[in-house]
């Protein structure tokens, strides 16, 4: 009676992504700043409108 060994065989690690330049910084955080900034004057029409 011999035992077979199972052996799970995994795919290669993806290779780490590299740093984002500070191009892709900017656009990343004009985006968040942005998207902030939209939310602030809707809520200020919202409450103007509905006051």
Known sequence: MTEEKQVEKFP???PE???PSF???LIGWGA???ALVA???L???LMRILR
């Open 12 to 14: 290669p690690p993806e």
């Open 17 to 19: 992504r590299p740093e």
């Open 23 to 25: 191009k892709q910084y």
């Open 32 to 34: 968040i700043f942005l």
């Open 39 to 41: 939310l602030g004057v």
């Open 43 to 45: 809520l200020g029409v």
